[in-house]
């Protein structure tokens, strides 16, 4: 019974640790997003953003997670237009908005 509990209780912790990174990370990046949206006087829709990818990947030497999440926006309330931002761990790496013409604007 004891040999089974401690690895059992390890990967619900693992999991545990996993989802509240995972959680931070989308706050992290719904906040950016809003901010975002707000400098450029814009209205975040549904005050949310969505997961599209995530994988690992290795920069200066150490492994984090880039993910990149998808969000919509109104720049003039009757318009729906998407922006997305690429997360690496807890650091913004890029974040961009659609423009009426087409083109991007980056931070």
Do not use: K
Not at 57 to 70: D, K
Request: hydrophobic letters at 40%; proline letters at 2%.
């Amino acid at each position: 019974m004891i040999d089974t509990a401690i690895p059992s209780l390890l990967v619900l912790a693992t999991l545990g640790a996993w989802w509240s990174a995972a959680t931070r990370a989308r706050e992290f990046a719904r906040e950016h997003a809003r901010r975002f949206c707000e400098r450029q006087e814009w209205q975040l829709l549904d005050q949310t953003v969505a997961l599209e990818f995530m994988r690992p990947t290795r920069r200066t030497g150490r492994w984090q997670l880039r993910r990149l999440y998808r969000f919509e926006f109104s720049a003039t309330g009757g318009d729906r237009r998407r922006g997305d931002l690429v997360m690496v761990g807890h650091r913004l790496a890029r974040l961009r908005g659609e423009l009426a013409d087409g083109s991007h604007l980056v931070e």
